[in-house]
């Protein structure tokens, strides 16, 4: 039996709070789940030690000013998880048990616990995935939110009916309006063969790469990579075992005769507008690298993520539509589109693996929501995403165009690559300049610009800025660019 006289005083509470409060009379939570939470959380750090008999229910609620109830029914409840018990006669004990097993759960060696050896790849990754959180100059990956159609997506979301079908559990391959809406608008935009089965809507592009790398690849196998190129698609590849075959890019793309003595299951390109080059995938290399996956049983991922933005007049098909739609999956969200807040995206798959996405798709939970897709299905057939897209097209191009020429006019020592495509550029720096410096100094400055530096798999080639245009307008980019180009000059 526990006899032990020793009890918690007054001041092993006042620093739970972290501001010597226990108890804080604006939270939402009620004050007995206070009480219960703080000695909770006493017991298990080890600040009250076993067998130590606690204060009253009488004295607890003078200290703390509470009723004597909240203190009996945090009581109450530590004595019904077990970590106190009571002597009649003698008081109330921390029980011996309940402190044993958390010192037990205290001394056990957190190897088990460490991350994976991926996570360092996630952690590398992360930089390039969100960018900032704010509206600041020449983020990259980001479309102008301010010119978002909220008007004509409100209603939209309003006009549809609330089903109970609209409210269940969605449909795997996602909502079929929208899967028949993605699908017309690809065959007529680029030239992209397929029916609404063989899109499956996604939640974001990121969900829809991270399910096509689980479905078609084992552990040890091959994935060629661009290089540079996009880090969250080599984290996840990362993630799924796969061993990664970097291939470098030149002003033309990815250069297939570079594949000859690899041994791959699948190469991921950005063929419209290379990511973060800005090259385009001459009409050869896009055949010739067809041939090759034909010739080798390889899978190809066309990620053509913001293809609705040529500048040329002259877009070049989707390797998909070549293929005939066979071998290559098709990825494109609406992120780039219209806001990535939607969390929208989609995969047009071969028939001869849609079931095996579709089972992996509703076994993983990756369904996206049906009230926004529903909403972005009437967006598209009323016509407000197509005129949305030429509205866009047309102040992209005016905002690329001032970029390039004031930035190559207020820094000489700054090459622009200027691919008419897209909504981000590179401003390739001299090799003895760091662009990592240049990157961090920048965003100092309130200026968002991404060394691409990082986005090499090994050793870099080049140095340089990869810098969005769409979400900046012209005043904005004119005190932004000044602003970079005296951080150019400095460095130089």
């Not at 600040?47 to 009253?56: K, Q, T």
């Not at 607890?60 to 009649?88: D, I, K, P």
Request: charged content about 20%; aromatic content about 8%; proline content about 5%.
């Amino acid at each position: 039996m526990v006899t032990r006289k020793r009890r918690i005083s007054f001041n092993a509470w006042n620093h739970w709070n972290g501001d010597g409060r226990l108890i804080n009379r604006n939270s939402a939570i009620p004050l007995y789940q206070q009480v219960t939470a703080a000695l909770r959380d006493a017991i298990l750090c080890g600040d009250i030690a076993p067998g130590s008999r606690i204060l009253s229910s009488r004295e607890y609620q003078l200290h703390l000013g509470v009723s004597r109830n909240t203190v009996v029914e945090a009581l109450s409840q530590l004595h019904a998880e077990g970590y106190l018990s009571t002597v009649r006669g003698v008081g109330t004990f921390v029980a011996e048990q309940a402190v044993l097993r958390a010192g037990e759960r205290k001394g056990l060696s957190r190897a088990g616990a460490t991350p994976a050896k991926i996570a360092e790849a996630f952690v590398e990754a992360e930089r390039f995935a969100g960018n900032a959180h704010d509206a600041v100059p020449f983020r990259p990956g980001l479309p102008a939110l301010d010119l978002f159609p909220s008007a004509q997506f409100k209603h939209c979301v309003r006009a549809h009916d609330w089903t109970n079908a609209l409210l269940d559990y969605p449909d795997e391959a996602g909502y079929l309006p929208l899967r028949e809406a993605i699908a017309l608008r690809l065959q007529q935009t680029r030239g992209v063969r397929c029916s609404a089965d063989q899109v499956l809507v996604t939640n974001g592009a990121q969900a829809a790469f991270a399910l096509i790398a689980t479905v078609l690849l084992t552990n040890g196998d091959g994935a060629i990579v661009e290089d540079p190129g996009y880090p969250d698609v080599r984290a996840i590849l990362h993630a799924c075992g796969a061993r990664i075959v970097p291939i470098g890019v030149d002003e033309h793309g990815i250069d297939p005769r570079a594949f000859r003595r690899c041994r791959a299951r699948m190469v991921y390109v950005t063929p419209s507008h290379q990511y973060p080059t800005g090259a385009v995938l001459s009409l050869e290399r896009r055949f010739a690298l067809l041939d090759w996956a034909a010739r080798n049983d390889a899978w190809i991922v066309e990620d053509d993520y913001d293809s609705e933005f040529d500048y040329t007049g002259r877009p070049q098909p989707a390797l998909q539509g070549l293929a005939g739609g066979r071998g290559v999956l098709y990825v494109g969200t609406f992120s780039k589109v219209l806001s990535p807040a939607l969390r929208l995206a989609y995969i047009v798959v071969p028939t001869d693996v849609r079931h095996a996405f579709v089972a992996a798709h509703k076994v993983l939970g990756g369904a996206a929501n049906t009230v926004l897709q529903s909403a972005l299905a009437r967006f598209m057939r009323d016509g407000h995403l197509g005129r949305h897209i030429a509205r866009m097209r047309r102040i992209y191009d005016e905002r690329r165009r001032f970029v390039c020429e004031t930035l190559a006019a207020s820094a000489p020592a700054v090459r622009v690559h200027d691919a008419r495509a897209g909504l981000h550029l590179v401003a390739e720096l001299p090799n003895e300049m760091s662009d990592d410096v240049v990157s961090d100094r920048a965003r100092n400055a309130g200026i968002v610009v991404l060394p691409l530096s990082k986005y090499y798999y090994d050793k870099p080639l080049h140095k340089g800025l990869v810098m969005g245009f769409a979400a900046t307008p012209i005043p904005q980019a004119e005190a932004a660019i000044a602003a970079l180009a005296e951080i150019v000059t400095d460095e130089g």
